[in-house]
């Protein structure tokens, strides 16, 4: 069954908000599968990708937006969960505004519009799911449907602009007629075997 953006967005952090809430208090200065972050560094990681498309898509620089995002990642250390859920909040709203997908965003890939900028949104936070599944050792199945968006969205970055596309560090190999998670986690350098370059 077709998902339309916005619920690919929902689900996306429905899929974070999961293990989230599994990560233990004695966990967040353990290792994660990225390299060189603790589990702590990839929740504050994704808080501060929620608030950098916010203010990207309210208006502000990408200069702006990445130090409003260092800002709330760095604020968010003392209540993840809470920050996390405040973050969401702000960027769903700001995603269902009227007009969004059109709105011109200054962004660390470039000047790109909403819908592209909402595109790269499901699908990091998507993958950093995975991540985060991987690093607290909890179930790493995402739901089929949200791949096969990232998939599609993925796949046309790639085509477009190369794999400088910024899902990852390179391809890391997968069978073409591997599950669909696996080649999608391949796209992005990210392997169920291996660690991933954030």
């Known amino acids: 069954m077709a998902i339309d953006p916005h619920e690919a967005m929902l689900l996306a952090n429905r899929e974070f908000s999961a293990r989230l809430n599994k990560v233990a208090d004695d966990q967040w200065a353990e290792p994660s599968?990225?390299?060189?972050?603790?589990?702590?560094?990839?929740?504050?990681?994704?808080?501060?990708?929620n608030v950098f498309t916010t203010r990207v898509l309210d208006g502000a620089t990408a200069d702006e937006a990445m130090q409003s995002a260092i800002d709330a990642a760095v604020a968010g250390q003392r209540g993840r969960v809470a920050a996390y859920e405040s973050s969401l909040t702000e960027m769903t709203q700001r995603l269902a505004e009227p007009g969004v997908d059109a709105r011109s965003c200054d962004h660390?890939?470039?000047e790109l519009t909403g819908e592209v900028v909402r595109g790269l949104r499901i699908v990091d936070v998507s993958l950093h799911a995975w991540d985060l599944a991987r690093s607290i050792r909890s179930d790493d199945q995402l739901d089929s449907g949200l791949v096969g968006?990232?998939?599609?969205?993925?796949?046309?970055r790639i085509e477009a602009v190369g794999e400088s596309a910024g899902f990852?560090?390179?391809?890391?190999?997968?069978?073409?007629?591997?599950?669909?998670?696996?080649?999608?986690l391949a796209v992005s350098g990210r392997s169920r075997g291996g660690s991933v370059s954030a």
């Open 33 to 49: 599968v990225c390299d060189e972050w603790t589990i702590g560094d990839l929740v504050d990681h994704v808080i501060g990708g």
């Open 108 to 110: 660390l890939g470039g």
């Open 149 to 156: 968006v990232c998939w599609t969205i993925a796949s046309a």
């Open 168 to 184: 990852g560090d390179g391809t890391s190999g997968a069978a073409a007629d591997a599950p669909l998670l696996d080649r999608l």
